[in-house]
Structures are given as structure tokens and as C-alpha cells.
């Protein structure tokens, strides 16, 4: 089943576009950092990972070598084909009920950021509908200065340039963001919506969840887990 692009959302560039403009072949290029460092060192030894979002794999891999088991779903097929050594899932995240829980869910790549607010509010009840009692839930949020300081690029060591061209308000707290990533060779661009978060703001759509925060996992505060406030009356 083809899932049909998202409204407000657009990707350019060779290969197959996913429903929120991302390009496949782009992601399967992109280096990954220091993520799957920071992730183990927040939850326990070799325990489930529930991968919300997990495009081709960049993350979904690392964690793998490093113990873990991993559930990555994706809504794009295209995608998830990428994806070696873990149990996929193809569906839109705000939909998921898999009926069943994880030591870890993790909801990455900015996608609590989402520009519809419904969206959103799915994205959180999925995380908090399949977290195991005791578990955890690692979120990753934007940098503060995400949608300023516009325009600005940056040249990564592997040879390809990313450029953060505009973030235009369309709606009540809604910037349409426009991404390029210019490689030697071919060059992909984004177009999406995201909503800026106070850490206040983010804070309130977790707990409107069912959650809070349990720690900032790095000095920027992009990483964060989160634990159902349930979780909190129990200790």
C-alpha cells in the first residue's frame, strides 16, 4: 500500500521520497554520530529497543552491534528494505498498536516536533501505549536555536554539505522548514513542518501524555527520557 505524501511536505532528489519528504537514498548515505552512544549509555544492557521512525536503519544498526534487540517500524516500505538484522513494522507511528510493550521506546529524528498538534498527541500515545512498566522512553527534541540563524550550512568530514535554508511561520507556531543536502554528486532536498517547543512547551505535551521528564541526557538537552507519570505515583 502507497502512502500518500503528507500535506506541507515535500522531497526532491534521486531515489524514492517518503510520505514526509525524506529521501531514501539520502539516509542511507548520512553518517550517524554519537546517538547510539548516548542511547546505550541511558538504558539498560541488551534490552528492547521499540525504534519509532526508524528510516533505513542508521540508528536501528549500531544499536544491533551493541546488543541490543531492536523493533524498527517506519510508514515507508521503502525504507524499513534498508533495514538488516531487526523486526520491521510498516506503519504510521501515530497508528501503531502492536499490543504488546518494550523495555525502550524511542521516538527520534525531531518527530515530537511534529507541525499538526493531533499528530503529535499520537506520536506521544503510541510511546507511552507500548512502554513496559519500569521502562523508559527516549525522545529527541531540536536545538535551540533550530529555526534561527537562518540561513546557515554546514560541511560535514564526509564530503557533503547540509544547508538549513528557511523556517517560514505557515500557521500558529508552524514554520515550513526547507532543508538541502549537496553531495559531489546528487543533491536532495526537505520541505517540512515543525513546531517549535519551548522546554516548558515540550515539557506540558509530555505530560498531557501521560509523561515527564526523568532526565536531559545531553548538555544541549536534545536527548531526553522520559517515564510515564504513572511510573512516578509507583516509587
Do not use: K
Not at 560535514?156 to 517560514?168: C, I, L, Q, Y
Amino acid at each position: 500500500m502507497r502512502i500518500e505524501m503528507r500535506e506541507g511536505y515535500e522531497g526532491t532528489g534521486p531515489g524514492a521520497i517518503t510520505p514526509d519528504g525524506c529521501a531514501v537514498e539520502l539516509y542511507s548515505r548520512l553518517p550517524i554520530g554519537q546517538e547510539p552512544d548516548i542511547i546505550a549509555a541511558a538504558v539498560p544492557a541488551g534490552v528492547h529497543i521499540l525504534e519509532l521512525g526508524s528510516g533505513v536503519g542508521r540508528m536501528t544498526h549500531p544499536l544491533l552491534e551493541r546488543g541490543f534487540t531492536v523493533t524498527a517500524v517506519d510508514e515507508s516500505a521503502e525504507m524499513l528494505e534498508r533495514v538488516q538484522g531487526a523486526r520491521t513494522i510498516c506503519s504510521p507511528i501515530e497508528q501503531l498498536d502492536l499490543g504488546e510493550t518494550f523495555d525502550v521506546v524511542m521516538l527520534a529524528s525531531f518527530l515530537v516536533h511534529a507541525g499538526d498538534v493531533e499528530v503529535r498527541r499520537g506520536l506521544l500515545r503510541t510511546c507511552v501505549r507500548h512502554v513496559a512498566p519500569g521502562g523508559s522512553v527516549l525522545i529527541q527534541r531540536e536545538g535551540e536555536n533550530y529555526h534561527t540563524s537562518l540561513p546557515r550550512e554546514r560541511v560535514d568530514p564526509s564530503g557533503f554539505t547540509v544547508r538549513m535554508v528557511s523556517a517560514e511561520p505557515v500557521s500558529d507556531g508552524v514554520n515550513s522548514v526547507h532543508a538541502e543536502y549537496v553531495f559531489p554528486d546528487a543533491v536532495w532536498t526537505q520541505t517540512f513542518l515543525a513546531r517549535p517547543l519551548t522546554q516548558d512547551q515540550f515539557e506540558e505535551a509530555l505530560a498531557e501524555a501521560g509523561l515527564r521528564v526523568d532526565s536531559y541526557l545531553t548538555p544541549d538537552r536534545i536527548w531526553v527520557r522520559a517515564v510515564p507519570v504513572a511510573a512516578t505515583a509507583a516509587e
